[in-house]
């Protein structure tokens, strides 16, 4: 059973445009929702994280969006670069206690055009 | 500050023989997570440390797959027997308590 599914599979934009990725979760009791960014090569390097008790988080170009009643956030890459070209990964987890791990969705491979 | 090193980088054996992967973790990180991440999909969790327990190892395949974390610093993984789904890439991160998980390049294994 897939407790967080991402989508789109892949996304290709051009320089300057906005990349928009969404994740959907099934368990209502996840209250931290990180993103991962992986280059080909590397691990996983967290880029932004959001908690459920806000609706929005702004990172420089990087804003997650949450919607806590439809399950649902999502990261938006705005001024897209050819160097945000990467794999991106939302995850969930229940933090605290015995409970604190990521559950990851499939992954995201964004290509960005110059 | 150092982050997370994997080793081996690439590892290619044929099936049935063992191999181990070794991880240590950021000075200070007291919680190492070992993760599996298969071609296409996300990482998942095989085992988490705090210190030198092993507090969530419900996802490690115990038949083959076996762990240790002595003095609660580096960690080994271990495959024995390998068999061809076992190819994947598996990776090591460490945090502090409830921390942000960082993780490290990760080691290739195909298993022929």
């Known amino acids: 059973q897939q407790q967080v599914k991402q989508s789109p599979q892949s996304l290709i934009v051009q320089k300057g445009g906005i990349s928009i990725i969404n994740c959907a979760y099934e368990n209502t009791a996840f209250d931290y929702f990180p993103w991962y960014q992986q280059f080909p090569g590397k691990g996983p390097a967290l880029l932004i994280a959001i908690r459920p008790d806000v609706s929005e988080k702004k990172e420089g170009r990087f804003t997650i969006s949450f919607n806590k009643s439809a399950k649902q956030f999502s990261l938006h890459i705005m001024d897209s670069q050819p160097g945000d070209s990467a794999t991106y990964f939302c995850a969930a987890s229940l933090s605290g206690g015995s409970n604190y791990k990521l559950t990851f969705g499939k992954g995201t491979l964004l290509t960005v055009n110059p | 500050e150092a982050g997370v090193v994997q080793s081996p980088r690439y590892k290619i054996i044929e099936k049935k023989q063992p191999v181990a992967f070794w991880c240590n973790p950021i000075?200070?990180?007291?919680?190492l997570y070992w993760y599996r991440q298969n071609l296409g999909q996300g990482p998942e969790l095989l085992i988490r440390y705090e210190n030198e327990e092993a507090v969530d190892d419900s996802q490690l395949p115990k038949d083959r797959f076996s762990a240790e974390r002595l003095k609660g610093v580096d960690s080994t993984l271990k495959i024995q027997p390998a068999e061809l789904g076992d190819s994947a890439v598996y990776l090591c991160?460490?945090?502090?308590?409830?921390?942000?998980?960082?993780f490290g390049p990760g080691t290739r294994l195909t298993v022929l």
């Open positions: 000075s200070g990180h007291n919680t």
């Open positions: 991160a460490s945090s502090l308590p409830q921390g942000t998980q960082y």
